[in-house]
DNA sequence: CACTCGTGGAA
DNA sequence: TTTCCAAGAGT
């Protein structure tokens, strides 16, 4: 009872380590990857790419990171921002509180310490947003200096390396004791970049190409016929599907109100078309006329129907239906977001939008504004 | 510690 | 088309 697995088999033999270390060299020297942020040295920039890039692709990323540089292309510039031009930088990519906590982040290294970047584990640590990996991934690749990483790539690699009997959530600190332990102390830099890249170009999650891995004479997967069944995974609860009535509410001087959500939370600091989630037995038209009641204080009358527009977070999948609406009464107060404003089409591109809403923009300006 | 937090690439 | 999941962190 209780006897938990044993991951001390699961280790890597001291013996092994070298060769890891000096197979992996070879391999990188000659099929590493060229991006954008390692041809910097500025930690600065490589701390701008180790955020955008979690939980995100190298592919998705290197437009942003582009323009991002371009934008606020030094701390400074970052910190003395407004944090509604930040977040339109970042709008698409997702996880906004990465965008939020860049910007504090860069402002707390401004005034703590002196816009010099720190070059300690603690002091990085103690960034917003930045967590264990991306501190390594910083430390290694701007400092090189000898700090573990354990990004998603570098979980699949190394529990195909050891033939993790668990899913890598199940085995995190062994995980990070094997990280440790095959980090070449002479070459941190070029150590991490390269198994990140085994594992985004050669130890990929479906079908890897151990033919080509300077790996797979030490890795248990594949001496077991297992890479493929490896790293485990957990069975997943289907999603939850909502349906929110949204409304484009237009005034007389033709323009739409938008407000912005609070801080915290989903979308937090990005700007919407209010709306909310139908009840049961509720039409629409009714759920729209009574959030915006609800939520902004106002009377509208609900018109014609705009757009349907399907879009799956990570938690839940949504169906927004939206419809065209008219101020009646009211002036719209901030009573379950932080602030309301009437713009016109011309200038709500200004404001960033969840994707989701983006289409609705999409959606109004290909049809004559009521 | 389980849950929250986006979006799009790739199969 | 659906499904997986990507250089994870905060709470």
């Known amino acids: 009872m209780g006897a938990k697995i044993d991951l001390r088999m ?16 070879i391999w990188y020297d000659q099929w590493g990857r060229d991006l954008p942020w390692r041809q910097t040295l500025d930690p600065y920039a490589i701390w701008i790419s180790e955020i955008m890039l979690q939980q995100t692709q190298v592919k998705t990323v290197i437009p942003y990171y582009q323009r991002w540089l371009k934008r606020f292309p030094t701390l400074e510039v970052l910190a003395a921002a407004d944090q509604q031009q930040v977040l339109k930088l970042w709008q ?28 300690t584990l603690d002091a990085v640590l103690q960034l917003p ?11 290694s690749a701007a400092f090189d ?20 009997s668990v899913p890598p959530k199940r085995a995190l600190l062994h995980l990070w004791l094997v990280s440790e332990q095959v980090l070449d102390p002479e070459y941190p830099r070029g150590f991490n970049q390269a198994l990140m890249d085994l594992g985004a170009t050669i130890c990929l999650p479906k079908q890897p190409s151990c033919d080509r891995c300077p790996w797979s004479e030490f890795c248990q997967a594949y001496l077991l016929n297992l890479q493929t069944k490896l790293p485990m995974s957990e069975p997943r609860s289907p999603l939850p599907h909502k349906q ?16 912005r959500r609070p801080q915290k939370g989903l ?4 700007w919407e078309f209010p709306g909310g989630k139908v009840e049961a037995g509720e039409t629409i038209p009714d759920c729209i006329a009574r959030e915006i009641k609800e939520e902004l204080g106002i009377e509208i009358e609900v018109g014609d129907h705009l757009i349907t527009v399907d879009h799956a977070y990570t938690h839940f999948k ?7 609406c008219r101020h009646l009464v009211g002036e719209p107060q901030p009573i379950a977001c932080d602030e309301v404003r009437w ?14 809403n983006q289409q609705i923009i999409d959606a109004l300006r290909h049809q004559t504004p009521q």
Do not use: C
Not at 10 to 19: D, F, G, T
Not at 95 to 116: K, P, S
Not at 245 to 255: E, H, K, M, P, Y
């Open 10 to 25: 699961k280790s890597v033999p001291p013996s092994v380590v070298q060769p890891l270390r000096t197979s992996l060299k």
């Open 92 to 119: 698409g990519l997702g996880y906004y509180a990465r965008a939020r906590n860049l910007h504090r982040a860069a402002q707390i290294i401004v005034t703590e310490w002196g816009g010099r970047f720190p070059d």
């Open 129 to 139: 947003g930045v967590g264990k990996t991306t501190a390594g991934g910083i430390l």
């Open 145 to 164: 200096q000898p700090v573990p990483i354990l990004d998603g790539n570098v979980k699949r690699v190394l529990a195909r390396l050891t033939a993790l």
């Open 244 to 259: 929110i009535g949204v409304a484009v509410i237009w005034n007389d001087q033709g323009q739409v109100l938008i407000d």
């Open 267 to 270: 979308l937090g600091g990005l």
């Open 318 to 324: 949504v169906t927004l239906t939206v419809h065209h």
């Open 343 to 356: 713009v016109t089409l011309d200038d709500i591109e200004m404001y960033p939008f969840p994707s989701a």
